[in-house]
């Protein structure tokens, strides 16, 4: 074997942080599961959520500049699709790594939607 092969770095702790940020958020998390399906336009993904139009938009800016989902315009409507490749599978296997600790995370006080 040639010794001088490297194994791929991990992302650097702070990127790595803003990108699990991004999925921190409730809302956002919800948005991302829903464009898995297929784009939307604004109205459904606010009707889905349950978010106020300001808020929406405050989350799909979020979105946007992190690379996760892009927009197009079209009429009067502005549709998101996602842009990032592979996140069902990062939402798969956070769902299996996180089953065990479902009941801590649920009765968690110390981090939780109060600090977000």
Known sequence: PDMNVT???RTDPP???RFFRVLGDAT???VLELLESGELPVRE???ATGVAQARMSTHLACLRH???VVAERIGKEVYYRLALGGLDE???N????MAPLADQ?????RIGPDWV
């Open 15 to 17: 990127t790595a942080a």
């Open 66 to 68: 992190c690379g996760f």
């Open 28 to 30: 956002r998390l919800r």
């Open 105 to 109: 995370l649920a009765s968690c006080n």
């Open 7 to 9: 194994a791929p770095s």
């Open 94 to 97: 956070s769902d299996r790594v």
């Open 45 to 47: 993904l606010m009707a």
């Open 90 to 92: 990062v939402l798969a």
